[in-house]
């Protein structure tokens, strides 16, 4: 049984149409980006999967139960953030941690224990006692995240977790989810940002419209835009006669090159990737820094393919 199943879900607010026919399968033990534009859908899927609004038709499914006619059972091993995680202004970090604790039903010694581990886990140990009005933004989505996990269930449901946080807020973040990975959870993550998908999740469900467009791995990507640009980055500049090398290797479909670093049009999977970058550094002689798929470009692409 699959975590999170969509059949046909379709979601209007009066005549706008939201969700259009979404269905989906999403495998235990997976983090599943949710990618699409601001307005796609992905905050309705969430609020519905997390029984805060009702479809006008099809259904969703968590862990075997529909959320919209059975929540509690839906819900009892799901963690969620929905949008921007805010709490009682009387609180600080303590109280809501017991406090959603004993609404999950956990109390005693387990309610300590679970709380204290959480609170290191987020890394805001030492801010534990600080009313949540003094929290940054950063701070608050730790706390979300740290309250998601409090009953330790497999599947977390998380809306734009990095929203609206500085470079170093989002690095955080996303070292807390790749941690969150490694226990097996199964992570469903909607995101607007390609690079935070490609970062962090193993699969990736792109929306535009309220329509699914498309549903692979990770490493796909390239495979769903029909075009590879691999950036290769050089300690020093390329001679002419280098660059005459690179353009006849195998999969090389054409280049560009500035400075140190060199745009390759690519065609051919993982393991030519690999053959690629041995063939640069053993029989282009390039001392080769870095050696990575073009985010740049998969962003530019997946613009052009919502906006089609």
Partial sequence: MEPIVTENLTKYYGKMLALDNLTMKIRKGHCVGFLGPNGAGKSTTIKILCSLIYPTKGEAHVNGFNPSKEPRNALEDVGCIVEVPDFYPQFNALDVLRYYGKIRGITGRELRERVKEVLEFAGISKWARMKTPKFSRGMKQRLGIAQALLHNPSILILDEPALGLDPRGVVEIRKMLKEIMKQGKTIFLASHMLYE???????????????????????NLEKLFKVQVL???????????QLEKVKKLESVKSYSAEKNRIKINFEGDKTAQVKLLAALVKDVRLQVASFRPSVAALEELYLRLVEE
């Avoid at 998908?197 to 929306?207: F, G, K, L, P």
């Avoid at 950036?231 to 006669?241: A, N, T």
Wanted: glycine share 2%; charged share 30%; hydrophobic share 40%.
């Fill in 197 to 219: 998908v490609q970062e962090v999740c193993d699969m990736v469900a792109m929306i535009n419209k309220g329509k699914l467009i498309a549903y692979d791995r990770v490493e």
């Fill in 231 to 241: 950036e290769v980055d050089l300690l020093q500049p390329p001679k002419p006669k």
